[in-house]
């Protein structure tokens, strides 16, 4: 079964930092790339950030470029979204998502859209 599985939202004050887990299952991270979207209340849905399978390759869209960091541990099919400095604007549901292709960039995830989609997870940025 194909799965991957978001975890480590929660509520911080403007200023912190949160660490987000998409664990993901049946697949490798060696064939799949990894984008994390986020949906704020009333808002469509944005990529934030991308993680390539082929190629150690990142990338952010920029209202998060030089807050957050992609990253990846393929020994435990995990990919991490480091997010610092969080913003009252950083608010929503943030899920990962995978596509079966080697290359990926935020453009690239949001308008060829992604293979497989995990539930979610609420980051609530509050004072």
């Known amino acids: 079964q194909l799965e991957l599985v978001e975890s480590g939202g929660g509520a911080v004050r403007p200023g912190e930092s949160l660490t987000l887990s998409c664990i993901v299952s049946?697949?490798?991270?060696?064939?799949?790339?990894i984008g994390w979207f986020r949906q704020a209340p009333g808002k469509e849905r944005e990529g934030v950030s991308a993680i390539s399978s082929g190629i150690d390759k990142t990338d952010y869209a920029d209202a998060v470029k030089g807050r957050f960091t992609i990253s990846r541990d393929k020994a435990k099919n995990t990919v991490y979204l480091q997010m610092n400095n969080l913003k009252p604007e950083d608010t929503a549901v943030y899920s990962c998502?995978?596509?079966?292709?080697?290359?990926?960039?935020?453009?690239?995830?949001?308008?060829?859209?992604?293979?497989?989609w995990g539930k979610g997870t609420l980051v609530t940025v509050s004072s």
């Open positions: 049946g697949f490798s991270l060696d064939l799949y790339s």
């Open positions: 998502a995978a596509a079966q292709v080697s290359h990926i960039t935020v453009e690239s995830m949001v308008f060829y859209g992604m293979d497989l």
